[in-house]
């Protein structure tokens, strides 16, 4: 309901305004009236209207007056005069105080409804408009955060693009950020980022998003004083705004180290952080980002885990390298050898000289790596060696070459897969997975009431799980779970003739431990369950 306050010094006007017009049926409440305009002010200040009724001519203190005084401290108050003197000068003070309207005594009921209705639309539309308003300044702060850190990423990419609007933008924001002033930007790279992204779902990756920014900022607030936020998957940086003292590079390293050392505490995850040069204006912030990024770019040479700054770069040694076709030629004839201590020796060799080469030594030593790959697959086709298995992680290999952060990383990833073609070529000249057969067998027959694992039986014969499935099935046409439930099932046949032995002493005789289990497994072997086959055989 809108409320009414009714302001005439005649008390007939009033209660005929009061009682002989339905006020309810526009939702509006008479809630107090008044005999002049001095009272009138104190009426309104206890009841806070929205609508004021007013005769314009009273004895202390007429309408042009009050509303004069309305106008100045309740703006929003609508105002209708309603005089008995067609007074011209009147009308016009009445619009200047912004009145409503104007209507002359007596008032036309008809007319007065014409006039209300025309009131509670003005209302209603404002009501709706200071409802979007309040609305968009809800959201407006909900999305505070992402716009500081939408025009924090502007300020690293772009720089300052209006310096009259700077300090501005900073107050709105909520930024200290002055134009002159100390800056250092630090970027601080996610080692692993794929590996992390891959074992997490979305949300957990945003919560550990959201978990390094509110400890890096709770760090940088208690040591320096600036902000971070995250730039992009994996990256977050810093601006570091320093007072002016000494030693302030030695409390920007400080400050590092506890950043890297807090977010392995308490998030387990490892981060290499690139350090820029130190700045004295905003508008210079892209080019410590740039030295930031770069520096953090040489974990790719220096490793993970590591405070990189512009220092690192300033010493490095460069070296051209190529790799040149005698090397390829020593390679390629270390596999066919099936010679991995060669192998080794040689990838040494490429991927220390790769180390020298930083100019552009990521785009090109994964491109070497990639050629090294194919030159393995390509010489196991050449010798006819089987390659189920091997060429399915060759493929994935290739794919994973793009996601190693580390030079070194990388160096393992191309290694053991060489030297695993190494031995299956090795296998393939000497006959030795016939042995690793033979083994695998002879140590199922022996263990095969313990709880066996495939990778039990790796570890005995020092192969991995996946190369282990792969040459038993290539060499027997089953796979060693089927071998075992083979052999189980064997000896339990033989225990079985006996009548002294229960059916559950068998079960886990054999290497089971639920005997429903088993005799599901043997009645699948042997299309008879256990009980059956006893009836049968004695």
Same mark, same amino acid.
């Given at each position: 309901?809108?409320?009414? !306050? ?36 104190? !009426? ?13 001519? *009273? $004895? ?28 011209? %000068? ?26 209300? +209705? ?66 250092? =930007?630090?970027?601080?790279? *996610? ?24 400890? =890096?900022?709770?760090?940088? %607030? ?17 601006? /570091? ?13 400080? &400050? ?29 912030? $892209? ?22 700054? *512009?220092?690192? &770069? ?39 000289? /790769? ?6 030594? *990521? ?17 196991? /086709? ?7 298995? &091997? ?8 794919? +994973? =070459? ?10 393992? /990833? ?21 042995? !690793? ?11 095969? @009431?313990?709880? &066996?694992? !495939? ?36 000896? @339990? ?46």
């Amino acid at each position: 309901m809108y409320k009414l !306050v009714i302001v005439d010094d005649e008390p007939t006007v009033r209660f005929g305004l009061r009682t002989y017009f339905d006020w309810n049926a526009y939702g509006i409440e008479v809630v107090g009236d008044a005999d002049d305009g001095d009272v009138a002010l104190e !009426v309104i200040e206890r009841l806070k209207p929205d609508l004021v009724l007013t005769d314009v001519r *009273m $004895p202390n203190m007429d309408g042009i007056q009050m509303s004069n005084r309305l106008s100045e401290r309740f703006p929003h108050i609508k105002i209708v005069f309603v005089s008995g003197h067609d007074d011209v %000068e009147y009308l016009k003070s009445a619009l200047q105080v912004k009145a409503v309207d104007y209507m002359f005594k007596p008032v036309n009921l008809g007319e007065l409804s014409v006039v209300v +209705e025309r009131l509670v639309r003005t209302l209603q539309t404002e009501k709706q408009e200071r409802k979007l308003i309040e609305d968009m300044q809800v959201k407006l702060i909900q999305s505070m955060p992402l716009l500081r850190e939408k025009f924090l990423m502007s300020l690293i990419r772009e720089g300052v693009t209006f310096p009259t609007r700077i300090q501005d933008r900073t107050q709105f924001l909520g930024l200290e950020l002055p134009l002159e002033a100390t800056y250092w =930007v630090i970027a601080i790279r *996610m080692d692993n980022a794929s590996e992390v992204a891959q074992t997490r779902s979305e949300r957990d990756q945003q919560l550990l998003s959201y978990s390094v920014l509110n400890i =890096v900022q709770e760090l940088i %607030e208690k040591e320096i004083g600036g902000y971070v936020f995250e730039n992009q998957i994996g990256e977050f940086v810093g601006i /570091l705004r320093l007072v002016e003292q000494e030693d302030q590079e030695s409390l920007l390293f400080t &400050l590092a180290e506890e950043v890297r050392e807090s977010l392995y505490n308490y998030l387990k995850i490892s981060v290499t952080i690139g350090v820029g040069e130190r700045i004295s204006r905003l508008a210079s912030l $892209p080019q410590s980002y740039s030295q930031a990024r770069e520096a953090a770019d040489q974990r790719w040479f220096l490793g993970k885990n590591q405070i990189i700054s *512009m220092d690192n &770069l300033e010493q490095r040694e460069e070296s051209m390298y190529r790799f040149d076709p005698a090397q390829n030629e020593r390679l390629i004839s270390s596999l066919k050898a099936a010679e991995a201590g060669k192998v080794q020796e040689e990838l040494h060799v490429i991927y220390s000289a /790769l180390s020298r080469n930083r100019a552009e030594g *990521m785009p090109y030593g994964r491109n070497l790596s990639l050629q090294l790959l194919l030159l393995a697959s390509r010489i196991l /086709l050449e010798l006819n060696v089987h390659r189920q298995g &091997l060429e399915e992680k060759g493929n994935e290999l290739l794919a +994973e =070459v793009f996601q190693q952060e580390t030079l070194d990383d990388l160096r393992w /990833l191309v290694e053991s897969h060489l030297i695993e073609v190494c031995e299956r070529i090795g296998e393939k000249r000497s006959g030795k997975a016939k042995n !690793v057969i033979e083994r695998i067998r002879s140590l199922i027959d022996k263990r095969f @009431a313990e709880n &066996l694992q !495939v990778g039990d039986i790796a570890k005995e014969v020092f192969l991995s799980t996946t190369y282990l499935c792969l040459l038993f099935k290539q060499e027997t046409g089953e796979t060693i779970n089927e071998y075992m439930t083979k052999v189980r099932v064997d000896k @339990a046949k033989e225990l079985l003739k006996d009548p002294s032995n229960k059916f559950y002493e068998v079960c886990y005789a054999v290497g089971y431990s639920d005997p429903s289990y088993f005799s599901k497994i043997f009645k699948k072997y042997t299309g008879h369950t256990p009980s059956s086959f006893r009836d049968q055989v004695l």
